[in-house]
């Protein structure tokens, strides 16, 4: 493994650190490892295909289509006249 040494660490963002691995039951090393696990390996996952869901939601209620929406015409624009 790399180590990795960070220069110039806010005294604010620091004991904000020490009190979340403190709230963790964790080190200080292991709260950061945890922090950057969190941002970098769980983002990778696929996005949520909402579609995807949507189906599977309703998909016990079998195929069905919606009847086509009749549109009107749009109406002129106004002229403020």
Do not use: Y
């Not at 996005?47 to 919606?66: Q, T």
């Amino acid at each position: 493994m790399t180590n990795i040494t960070i220069f110039n660490v806010d005294d604010n963002i620091k004991n904000l650190l020490q009190e979340r691995a403190a709230r963790n039951g964790r080190s200080l090393e292991e709260e950061v490892k945890e922090i950057l696990h969190l941002a970098l390996i769980e983002s990778q996952k696929p996005p949520i295909n909402l579609v995807n869901l949507i189906e599977k939601r309703f998909a016990h209620l079998g195929d069905f289509e919606l009847g086509e929406i009749t549109r009107e015409p749009m109406r002129p624009a106004p002229t403020f006249e």
